[in-house]
C-alpha cells in the first residue's frame, strides 16, 4: 500500500503541509496494491500526526494532525 511521504514548505511565513504516496518499488503492479485498501483509505491519504516548535513558543511542543480531507491532489 506504500507509506505517505510528507513535504512540509515556509511560504511568506506560512507553514504548509502535504503528503504523496511513497512506494519502494513504483514500478510494481498497481492493481495488485490498489485491491481492497483504496476502499478504506480513499487515493492512499493518510491522518498523520505532525508535531512542531515556533519561534514563539519554542519550548513547547505543538501537534496538528493532518486529516485524509485536508490533502490536495
Request: aromatic fraction near 12%; glycine fraction near 2%; include cysteine.
Amino acid at each position: 500500500m506504500g507509506y505517505p511521504l510528507i513535504e512540509v514548505r515556509n511560504e511568506n511565513s506560512t507553514i504548509y503541509a502535504s503528503q504523496t504516496r511513497f512506494l519502494l518499488n513504483p514500478t510494481e503492479n498497481e492493481t495488485a496494491l490498489d485491491y481492497g485498501p483504496s476502499q478504506i483509505i480513499p487515493k492512499y491519504k493518510w491522518y498523520v500526526p505532525l508535531t512542531y516548535v515556533t519561534d514563539l513558543k519554542p519550548r513547547t511542543m505543538q501537534l496538528a494532525w493532518m486529516n485524509q480531507s485536508d490533502c490536495k491532489e
